[in-house]
């Protein structure tokens, strides 16, 4: 096992068109990549791929710096932050940073600081990526033995990933702490609209954090999706980050069971393929997270939820025309059924028409309205309040939506705000991710199959079929 660094692939690799290009001494001779497949010509080169990384994550910070001072830059206080294209300031606002009451933005200096961080960071990272890229070793196994890795040793390879799930453990902690220790976070079902608070009493029961992950994903379940209070999602980080740093200490302590060695491909391609799939459930998960939950993404930050909307305009119109003379208990609509409120199968009272798809959503403005058997007349013609009719009013107008069909009956016509919801961009965009990553997994699993099996599917490029073809002209 010494010299194994030292072999340039352990397994046979696409012969490609053009050997004659190389770039910076990587050649496509010496590695089997040509350049432009990229970290490929680093496999055997540990400082050199550290280089790639570190450089990656300084690309990645500079980003999020950099974006987050735009955003701080064009941040209008009198606006909401879903009306003004923001992605990175309404992440901060949950936190906790710079908010007050009803999700109201009193102080912009924490998301400055925060993109200076991070530009601060991206510099160091930036430095650290060129030095391995360019000065550095290229192998990290002679000079620093704990650094360096040969892809075939599963022992070291799972006291990396144990090293990976503690980092991740801390990450999941910092959130806890945050929450319980240092300010508190934005809590969209404080009482009155909304406000910042510090969890005091967090859902440590195992039934309830692991009776999420046993639930329907399906309507009125929802999974690990439908949590709809902070101390369940904080709770939550906590056994997370608790099962995080103890499986990362089994992993650096344990060597992989026989099983384990048996099952598994033990190659670099082959870890890509699971990192991939493992980012593609977690950008799948997100997509949902964020398109249907209004807890982990308050609706004051980034819009409304879809069926926040199609809800709230129902409310709306039961508002005004209550006030107009309707009975809005009794009030039939064109098909027969009720026009403001109706019953579901199950017998609680819902809101009519169009809406009735969205009986099972819950949102802060509206719970108050409910009683045991669903929404309660007596509430709905007594206990209105102002901030629930302004919410409502601005959420029917913001819907996350911009479509041709029906859309449960949400004013998609010219009179509505014309704008795109930062949850269609984030929900559509981790959708997207989420597809090209389980593609690139399934891409990098066969290759990885098939070089540990021995061969690799591929055209044999000295007797391409269209070399023997006619020209097309």
């Not at 200096?109 to 160091?124: C, K, R, T």
């Not at 890229?133 to 000079?143: D, H, I, R, V, Y």
């Not at 069971?257 to 048996?262: I, K, Y």
């Not at 593609?280 to 964020?290: L, Q, T």
Request: charged share 15%.
């Amino acid at each position: 096992m010494k010299t194994l660094y030292s072999l340039r692939r352990f397994y046979p690799v696409e012969t490609l068109f053009n050997g004659t290009l190389a770039l910076a001494g990587r050649d496509q001779e010496t590695t089997g990549f040509a350049w432009w497949a990229g970290n490929a010509r680093l496999i055997n080169l540990s400082g050199k791929l550290l280089g790639a990384h570190v450089a990656h994550a300084g690309l990645i910070v500079f980003w999020a710096g950099g974006m987050n001072l735009f955003e701080v830059a064009h941040f209008v206080p009198e606006k909401p932050m879903y009306e003004q294209g923001l992605i990175l300031l309404p992440h901060l606002a949950t936190l906790g940073w710079g908010v007050g009451p009803g999700g109201e933005v009193i102080d912009t200096f924490p998301y400055f600081v925060s993109g200076v961080l991070h530009l601060i960071s991206s510099a160091v990272l930036g430095f650290g990526g060129i030095y391995h890229a360019l000065l550095g070793p290229e192998t990290l196994e002679e000079s620093f033995p704990f650094f360096g890795y040969v892809w075939k040793d599963r022992n070291k390879m799972t006291t990396i990933l144990g090293i990976h799930l503690i980092l991740l453990g801390i990450g999941a902690f910092l959130l806890v702490f945050k929450a319980l220790y240092f300010g508190g976070v934005y809590d969209t079902w404080a009482p009155g609209g909304g406000d910042v608070r510090k969890i005091t009493n967090l859902t440590l029961s195992p039934s309830i954090i692991f009776g999420y992950l046993l639930k329907s994903p399906f309507g009125g379940e929802g999974w690990i999706v439908s949590v709809d209070d902070l101390e369940d999602i904080i709770g939550g980080h906590v056994w997370l980050g608790s099962i995080c740093l103890l499986g990362g200490i089994w992993h650096i302590l344990t060597k992989p069971f026989a099983w384990a060695r048996r099952a598994l491909v033990w190659s670099g391609e082959a870890y890509l393929s699971y990192s991939l799939a493992a980012l593609s459930v977690f950008g799948f998960i997100a997509c949902c997270f964020v398109w249907f939950n209004n807890t982990a993404y308050p609706s004051e930050f980034y819009g409304p939820t879809g069926p926040e909307a199609s809800q709230a305009q129902a409310f709306t119109f039961l508002v005004r025309d209550q006030r107009l003379g309707a009975n809005v208990g009794s009030a039939q609509g064109p098909t027969g059924l009720g026009k403001y409120l109706m019953r579901s199968p199950t017998g609680e009272v819902i809101f009519g028409g169009e809406t009735m798809r969205f009986w099972d959503l819950r949102a802060p403005w509206l719970e108050p309205l409910r009683g045991p058997n669903g929404l309660d007349l007596s509430r709905l013609k007594k206990d209105i309040q102002p901030w629930q009719e302004r919410r409502s009013a601005e959420y029917m107008t913001h819907a996350p939506l911009g479509s041709l069909n029906s859309v449960g009956g949400v004013a998609t016509e010219i009179n509505a705000v014309n704008y795109v919801s930062p949850r269609s961009w984030l929900a559509t965009s981790h959708f997207v991710l989420g597809f090209f990553l389980f593609v690139g997994h399934l891409w990098h699993a066969g290759r990885a199959r098939a070089a540990a099996a021995g061969f690799e599917k591929g055209i044999d490029r000295d007797f391409e079929p269209v070399l023997s073809m006619t020209p097309l002209n």
